[in-house]
């Protein structure tokens, strides 16, 4: 399937047949006038591209009690650095956030609203949070000019 203008959707509308179908999907900020700021786009691309923002990017999730799950991560590649950010699992339908790592520089003892995200797993995926997290996750897409799929973990 070639993506069409009817293709665009809010990120929080994303399925995990979206996501078999386009395992990369990126934000219209070009395409403001039509769309507004949740709304993404496949890219119809093989690896993800170099100098890219918050691509969402197909991942398969293992958690810590061993079971499966389709989801994405969020990927960025401009800069020096690769960042990777947990992004959502598919449980029954429906996408269940994953709380992002703490900032480099949080202080110890201080709460910048992770635990919220975290609080909220175990209620949307139906397990409790010692078989949810950590969890490990493989992207479904190469990055360009590498070989292999990046791995991470959600903690």
Same mark, same amino acid.
């Given at each position: 399937?070639?993506?069409?203008?009817?293709?665009?959707?809010?990120?929080?509308?994303?399925?995990?047949?979206?996501?078999?179908?386009?395992?990369?999907?990126?934000?219209?900020?070009?395409?403001?006038?039509?769309?507004?700021?949740?709304?993404?786009r496949p890219l119809? %691309?093989?690896?993800?591209?170099?100098?890219?923002?918050?691509?969402?990017?197909? +991942?398969? *999730?293992? /958690?810590?009690?061993?079971? #499966?799950?389709?989801?994405?991560?969020?990927?960025?590649?401009?800069?020096?650095?690769?960042?990777?950010?947990?992004?959502?699992?598919?449980?029954?339908?429906?996408?269940?956030?994953?709380?992002?790592?703490?900032?480099?520089?949080?202080?110890?003892?201080?709460?910048?609203?992770?635990?919220?995200?975290?609080?909220? %797993?175990?209620?949307?995926?139906?397990?409790?949070?010692?078989?949810?997290?950590? +969890?490990? *996750?493989? /992207?479904?897409?190469?990055? #360009?000019?590498?070989?292999?799929?990046?791995?991470?973990?959600?903690?």
């Open positions: 399937m070639t993506p069409t203008h009817k293709t665009r959707k809010p990120i929080d509308k994303l399925t995990e047949e979206d996501l078999k179908t386009f395992p990369m999907w990126e934000y219209v900020l070009d395409e403001e006038g039509d769309f507004d700021e949740t709304y993404v119809d %691309l093989e690896t993800i591209p170099p100098d890219s923002y918050s691509i969402s990017v197909a +991942a398969r *999730y293992t /958690l810590n009690c061993g079971a #499966e799950y389709l989801g994405f991560v969020m990927v960025s590649t401009g800069g020096d650095l690769v960042e990777i950010l947990p992004g959502f699992i598919f449980a029954g339908g429906t996408a269940v956030g994953l709380p992002d790592p703490p900032p480099k520089d949080a202080m110890p003892g201080i709460d910048r609203g992770i635990d919220l995200t975290r609080a909220n %797993l175990p209620k949307g995926m139906n397990l409790p949070i010692d078989q949810i997290l950590p +969890a490990n *996750y493989q /992207l479904l897409v190469r990055l #360009e000019g590498e070989e292999n799929l990046r791995e991470g973990v959600a903690s």
